[in-house]
């Protein structure tokens, strides 16, 4: 991929942290700067951490070469606004937001991304992630199944869609890749709303509004598993989260008026598999033939980790 003749950036990457560990953040810088083929530029935005490892990020800043910008809130936003905060600066077409130990999946990511969004004219694509983590010095991956079933975002319709987003499980936020004015206009509206889910609340009025996301079947990133607000196992934030999308879904009833956030309560609160599944029927024969075929989809699909995960691991990460 050509840069454009005044070098402006195609891809912007938004680097979220609070409280990082410097390890982590560094390699992820360097899981973007050894990007090929895209010119991209390196937004590190900083929610008012307790210590930020400012010496080892200057450090390697002039280590690599590549001018990578540092944001310093000077108070706590909560994600939402840190990453809004840092998107409204970016300036690149696209935006990739990620965080400190999560790294992409090899040095030719965001060139397919970009190439893929460009071809297809996608403003919301995601694409596939391995899980890992690190444990008594000994690392393990398994994929990552957010949502259950992927390939049904490939269906070109937006209520078979929204099906597949409020009803079968949430799209993982480290494996998206934006349209920067695209995600910007919705983060804004999330902004009014929300403090921390800044992925699912987006995605949730992109889809309202009557778009199409769109799914790439390529990995997009290394994802660090059990750590983090949204897959730790803290039941502080668990109950936080979970107030979001409560909240999220009484948006999308009251405001949208999303048809099928009333059946997806009953379909939930329903105590017998078979008595929920006929009552969807009965109710709302659409709704349930949509979810019937999404979960068919996960049945038949054959997710498997790449060939030589480790040593494709530790090539992406320097680990």
Not at 81 to 101: C, D, M, W
Not at 135 to 141: D, P, R, T, V, Y
Not at 203 to 218: H, I, M
Not at 298 to 318: C, G, H, I
């Given at each position: ?54 010496e080892e990020v200057e450090a390697y800043i002039s ?19 840190n990453v809004l905060g840092a998107v409204t600066q ?176 009953d379909f939930i609160g329903e105590s017998g598999k ?46």
């Amino acid at each position: 991929m050509k840069a454009t003749q005044d070098n402006a950036p195609e891809v912007s990457v938004i680097v979220a942290v609070f409280n990082c560990d410097a390890g982590k953040l560094i390699r992820t810088l360097g899981s973007v700067v050894r990007q090929k083929n895209v010119v991209t530029e390196i937004i590190i935005s900083d929610d008012h951490s307790a210590v930020f490892p400012e010496e080892e990020v200057e450090a390697y800043i002039s280590k690599c070469g590549k001018p990578i910008q540092i944001i310093r809130n000077p108070e706590n936003l909560g994600t939402v606004r840190n990453v809004l905060g840092a998107v409204t600066q970016a300036s690149g077409k696209y935006v990739f937001i990620t965080s400190p130990g999560d790294y992409l999946f090899d040095c030719n990511t965001l060139a397919y991304f970009y190439s893929y969004a460009e071809k297809y004219g996608s403003k919301v694509v995601f694409g596939k992630a391995v899980n890992y983590c690190l444990s008594n010095g000994e690392l393990f991956f398994e994929e990552n199944m957010s949502p259950n079933s992927p390939g049904s975002y490939n269906v070109n319709c937006t209520f078979y869609q929204q099906i597949c987003f409020f009803f079968d499980g949430l799209i993982l936020g480290a494996s998206y890749f934006r349209e920067r004015e695209t995600f910007l206009k919705y983060l804004r509206r999330a902004a009014e709303h929300f403090r921390y889910t800044e992925d699912s609340t987006t995605t949730a009025f992109y889809l309202l509004e009557g778009n199409k996301v769109s799914y790439c079947d390529r990995y997009i990133v290394w994802y660090e598993s059990n750590t983090g607000i949204s897959s730790g196992n803290s039941d502080k934030w668990s109950a936080i989260l979970s107030a979001e999308h409560s909240l999220l879904y009484d948006i999308a009833e009251k405001e949208y008026g999303a048809p099928f956030i009333r059946p997806y309560y009953d379909f939930i609160g329903e105590s017998g598999k078979l008595k929920k599944w006929v009552r969807l029927f009965v109710t709302h024969p659409r709704m349930a033939m949509i979810l019937f075929s999404v979960r068919l989809r996960k049945k038949k699909s054959s997710q498997r980790l790449p060939k030589d995960t480790e040593k494709r691991f530790l090539k992406a990460t320097n680990f």
